[in-house]
C-alpha cells in the first residue's frame, strides 16, 4: 500500500530556513509527480508546488523563489527546502503523489510554526 | 490564481442529497478534465474521493458522484451519512500548469 510520510517540521525564527522531508513506499517513486500543499491554522488548502520524476518543477507564484521542492529518486524522497519564513508560512505541510491529475496519496503533515 | 469559489457550508438530514458547486474560469475548471475533490475530517490529511471530474477511486463511496458544466464542477453526496460530516475541496489543473483548490466547504449534517 501506497505511503508518504512528512518530517523535519518545528518552530523557526522569522526569517529562517527549514527544510521538509516526505518519504515514499509501497509505489515506484520515481515514477510519480510528487507535490507538496499546505494548509494554515484554520484556513483552506493551498497547493505550492510539484516536481515530475526526472526533477522538472513548477510553483505556485507567491512565493516567489523562497521555496525549493527537490527529490532524490534513489532514497524515495521528496524535499521542500523553505527559506525567509515569515509568520504567514505558519501551517501544516503535506506531500502528496500525484496521479491523473488529481492527489491521490497524502502524507500526515508536517507542522512549521514561524515564531519569534 | 485566485482560489476556486465553493460555499462556506452546506448542511442536510440524514438521507438527504446535497450539492457542492466549485466555481472557476476557463483557465482552470473550464479549461480541463482535471477536477478532483478532496474530503477532510477534522485534524486528518485530505483524502480524494474523486479525479478527473467525474471517476470515484476505489474505496469510495458510490453515494459520492461529481460533475461539470462550463466553469463550474459539482459535488453530490447523497444518502448522507454522519460520517460524511467534514471538510471537503475542489482542486482544478490551471493553464499555467499550476493547481488551484477551491475554498472549501464544511458540511454538517444536521
Known amino acids: 500500500q501506497a505511503q508518504l510520510v512528512e518530517s523535519g517540521g518545528g518552530l523557526v525564527g522569522p526569517g529562517g530556513s527549514l527544510r521538509l522531508s516526505c518519504g515514499g513506499s509501497?509505489?515506484?517513486?520515481?515514477?510519480?509527480?510528487m507535490h507538496w500543499i499546505r494548509q494554515a491554522p484554520g484556513k483552506g488548502l493551498e497547493w505550492l508546488a510539484y516536481?515530475?520524476?526526472?526533477?522538472?518543477?513548477i510553483y505556485i507564484e507567491s512565493l516567489k523563489g523562497r521555496f525549493t521542492i527537490s527529490r532524490d529518486n534513489n532514497k524515495n524522497s521528496l524535499f521542500l527546502q523553505m527559506n525567509r519564513l515569515t509568520v504567514d508560512d505558519t501551517a501544516v505541510y503535506y506531500c502528496?503523489?500525484?496521479?491523473?491529475?488529481?492527489?491521490?496519496?497524502w502524507g500526515q503533515g508536517a507542522m512549521v510554526t514561524v515564531s519569534s | 490564481q485566485s482560489a476556486l469559489t465553493q460555499p462556506a457550508s452546506v448542511a442536510g438530514s440524514p438521507g438527504q442529497s446535497i450539492t457542492i458547486s466549485c466555481t472557476g474560469t476557463?483557465?482552470?475548471?473550464?479549461?480541463?478534465?482535471?477536477v478532483s475533490w478532496y474530503q477532510q475530517h477534522p485534524g486528518k490529511a485530505p483524502k480524494l474521493i474523486i479525479y478527473?471530474?467525474?471517476n470515484r477511486p476505489s474505496g469510495t463511496s458510490n453515494r459520492f458522484s461529481a460533475s461539470k458544466s462550463g466553469n463550474t464542477a459539482s459535488l453530490t453526496i447523497s444518502g448522507l451519512q454522519a460520517e460524511d460530516e467534514a471538510d471537503y475541496y475542489c482542486?482544478?489543473?490551471?493553464?499555467?500548469?499550476?493547481?488551484?483548490f477551491g475554498t472549501g466547504t464544511k458540511v454538517t449534517v444536521l
Open positions: 502528496a503523489r500525484g496521479r491523473r491529475g488529481s492527489l491521490d496519496v
Open positions: 509501497g509505489f515506484i517513486f520515481s515514477d510519480y509527480f
Open positions: 516536481i515530475s520524476g526526472s526533477s522538472g518543477d
Open positions: 476557463g483557465n482552470d475548471v473550464g479549461g480541463f478534465e482535471f
Open positions: 478527473e471530474v467525474t
Open positions: 482542486c482544478s489543473t490551471t493553464s499555467i500548469s499550476t493547481y488551484v
